[in-house]
């Protein structure tokens, strides 16, 4: 079984994998190629954590698979240490990194692919100048203290006028925004689309996150 | 006052002169970059630039459908790539909006023409003649209320927009240094 992993035809799918990933997030933006991108070091060590960690998965039987910690928070902290905002290829060790746009099925894979396709995405925007490289650092930090806290999903993303970026979380009727300035500023907004019932709170960018905004949060709990 | 004919009339639709309504029952597109997942629109869609807001009468930008395709649109917005994406509402549904909280009340959105103005060589404001250009149009009163009764009718105009996407083709002429 192990040798079948270590072949060269895995190895090709993950250095595929990997340039269909930058070319979609760079197809708007200026080409870059940089020798960074190509890094056969980080390549390689990729591909042995991911065989290790489908070995692993592989080898849990279902009785310790109830011992097995939750996903999420066992990867946000690692994850915060690994990758910093500016590191240009870091994959988090997660074979299912999605090129292009994931579909709502496609959107319930594991956290650290949605995570590295969230921080290309913050990457991108920040690149064509939509938000400033600060508010992507702010953001990205600010998701990792949510998901971290709490257990949500990855939010949408969208950059807005004046340079601001939403993060957005919607299920079923319930739909939050979390609304980010380019000074800092925040603000959260709440709203059951069937009792019509809002809910809006100004705060700052990576303070503690307010308690009653931890409330609405957990309406979009991972499933 | 409504100006042009109404499409269940089955007649052709005419520029109307500035804060004229658009008659009951057209379509307007507004171009719109899609969010990171690109499911749906978004409340930011839907948001007046500094620009707009500074305007003497501050609407948001749409194109009467009948008047204006999508490439067109988008070619008068500035040719961006990252605007990949169409949004089409209905203008009746437009003005049935009520904002969340209702009170204090505040004015319901209309969707007026806003006929667009370029300059010629001597400097002289003229209609602009580009292809498409007699669309423009105009979402009123998106300004007025409280924050929360803003913020509800821009999340409720993106639930019910449709998006459309724009054809890759058309975004990679925008990517496209433009000739001289």
Known sequence: MVGSVISGEILDEERNRTNRVRDFYQQDGPRETSHDDLDLNRLWSNWWRNSFERIAQSLTSPWLAMFKPIPNRSYVPWIFYKHAFDDSLATFGVPEATPGRPTESEAKKSLAGLLHEHRLYLQKIAREGEISQELGRSAWTMLLSILFEEDVDVPDAIPGVDGKLFYTWKSGEHYLDLEMFPDGETEFFYRNAQSGRLWNLSSRINVPLPREAASKLRLFRRV | ?180
Not at chain 2, 115 to 142: K, T
Request: hydrophobic share 35%.
């Open chain 2, 1 to 180: 006052m409504a100006s042009g004919t109404s499409p269940e009339l089955g007649g052709a639709l005419a520029r109307g002169n500035d804060g004229d309504h658009l008659p009951p029952g057209e379509w307007v597109i507004r171009v719109a970059k899609t969010s990171k997942y690109g499911y749906a629109a978004h409340q930011s869609n839907f948001e007046l630039s500094t620009k707009d807001r500074e305007a003497p009468i501050p609407r948001l930008s749409i194109w009467a459908e009948r008047l204006t395709t999508d490439e067109q649109a988008w070619r008068l917005t500035g040719r961006k790539p990252a605007n990949d994406a169409v949004l089409r509402l209905n203008v009746d549904l437009i003005r049935s909006l009520v904002p969340e909280p209702s009170e204090p009340p505040t004015p319901h959105l209309e969707v007026e023409w806003e006929p667009r103005f370029v300059e010629n060589e001597h400097g002289i404001r003229i209609l602009d003649a580009e292809p498409g250009s007699a669309g423009h149009a105009g979402i009123r009163y998106l300004r007025y209320g409280q924050s929360a009764q803003r913020t509800s009718l821009r999340v409720q105009l993106a639930e019910n927009a449709v998006v459309r996407r724009l054809p890759e083709l058309l975004l990679d002429e925008g990517a496209a240094p433009v000739k001289q």
